[in-house]
Nanobody, 116 residues
């Protein structure tokens, strides 16, 4: 059974940092382009960042460019999102998807709350 399981969320103050992880199983992870999306309270799903399979190219939404870094470790079937200089508007549920520039969330996602 194919699964994507997110972790690493939490409560952080504005300006703080978090690193999210997405563990993939049941798929040939290295073959897939992957993304992170954000489901913010009261808003639609928002694309955050994407990374292609091979060769690796990364893309970022303007709102996170320079603050977030997406990466992948194909040997561990893991996708990561390093988030720095967090803002209150980064609050919401983050999930990983198996496509570029968006996609559907398979799992529960991981909650990130940026608040003082």
């Amino acid at each position: 059974e194919a699964q994507l399981v997110e972790s690493g969320g939490g409560l952080v103050q504005p300006g703080g940092s978090l690193t999210l992880s997405c563990a993939a199983s049941g798929i040939t992870f290295s073959n897939y382009d992957m993304s992170w999306v954000l489901q913010a309270p009261g808003k639609g799903r928002e694309w955050v960042a994407s990374i292609t399979s091979n060769p690796v190219t990364v893309y970022y939404a303007n709102s996170v460019k320079g603050r977030f870094t997406i990466s992948r470790d194909n040997s561990k079937n893991t996708l990561s999102l390093e988030m720095k200089s967090l803002k209150t508007e980064d609050t919401g549920v983050y999930c990983c998807t198996r496509t570029l520039f968006g996609g559907a969330c398979w799992g529960q996602g991981t909650q990130v709350t940026v608040s003082s």
